[in-house]
């Protein structure tokens, strides 16, 4: 199509008193993925967001862009400070969740995961992967600390499904890795037969992703020398 003719009519409509967002989120869109001129994109989603501020995929798209631009810790305030007229999209829950981990604040991760229940057709796993992710580091956190007990009690969380994830444990999961540190905390606390047993059970994992090759590689190696 004529992206250039496009971009002009968009032009002319975000330049009247009172735009709608759907032109500016358009050129925001344009400046994102074709210039990516992240600033650009930046201003044009915060002039949409100003247009039409109940519309929650402008919060999702313009939060993605500052995370994009190396700025994590603004798109965390965008989407904390979102009004929530209607339910929080499970999207922009995991958007914020990953957030949360990647700024290694995992009880703001846990606690916001732990508020709704998910549609397992929405999100597919990705609401299981915020959720583990979030109790593997922080029971790593808890036991470079050297506080085994609360540790395990994370790593174990971590190979959880809780009801309100909206995720089921698939034939062939991915925990070699919570059973490897599960296993580690096991063994810090003398428990040697079932550090071992969750080594066992991680060394016979399904080797699917590079991750899970790793781990299930970590697990043969400590069977070895426990």
Known sequence: ?????AVAEW???AEVEKPYSVPLRNLAMVAWKKENDL???SGLFAKAIAAWPSDQTLYRDAAAVLVADNKRPDAIALLETMPLDHARR???TVSLARAYN???RYDDALKLLEGPKFS???LNTETWQAFHRAHIERGKTRFDAKQYDTALEDFAASLTYPEFLGVGRSAKPEESEGLYWKGK???ALARKDEARAAWTE????AEKSDTQKEYIKLCKDALGTS
Not at 1 to 5: E, I, K, P, R, V
């Open 1 to 5: 199509g004529d992206l250039a003719g």
């Open 11 to 13: 032009q002319k409509a």
């Open 39 to 41: 600033p650009k994109a």
């Open 90 to 92: 499970g999207d922009i």
């Open 102 to 104: 990647d700024e290694k």
């Open 120 to 122: 397992n057709w929405e």
């Open 185 to 187: 905390a096991l063994d």
């Open 202 to 205: 991680g060394a016979a994992g």
